[in-house]
């Protein structure tokens, strides 16, 4: 996986809980994913050693990890059809 060098000298070392294998599987199968304005790349997974949604932001090659983070207020919208 590639990886910014933001990603391996400040996110990493803030949030040394991280797991790699986290970020992966957020960019691969992504529960929900949106595109910034500046092209950046959101991707979210539930993870439940987290118990909350993990945000993985890459380059717009989608492939290159710039952040990553617990996102607390992180809901999918979800439609109630009556």
């Known amino acids: 996986m590639k990886t910014t060098r933001y990603f391996e000298e400040q996110v990493l070392r ?5 797991k790699m294998e986290w970020c992966e599987q ?6 929900f994913h949106e595109v910034q304005p500046d092209g950046r790349i ?4 539930y993870v439940p050693d987290l118990g909350k949604y993990l945000r993985v ?8 990890i710039h952040n990553a983070f617990p996102d607390r207020n992180f809901k999918i919208a ?4 009556e």
């Open 14 to 18: 803030k949030r040394p809980y991280l």
């Open 26 to 31: 957020a960019i691969r199968k992504p529960e």
């Open 57 to 64: 932001v890459t380059l717009e090659d989608g492939r290159t």
């Open 42 to 45: 959101r991707h979210w997974i």
């Open 78 to 81: 979800t439609t109630k059809e």
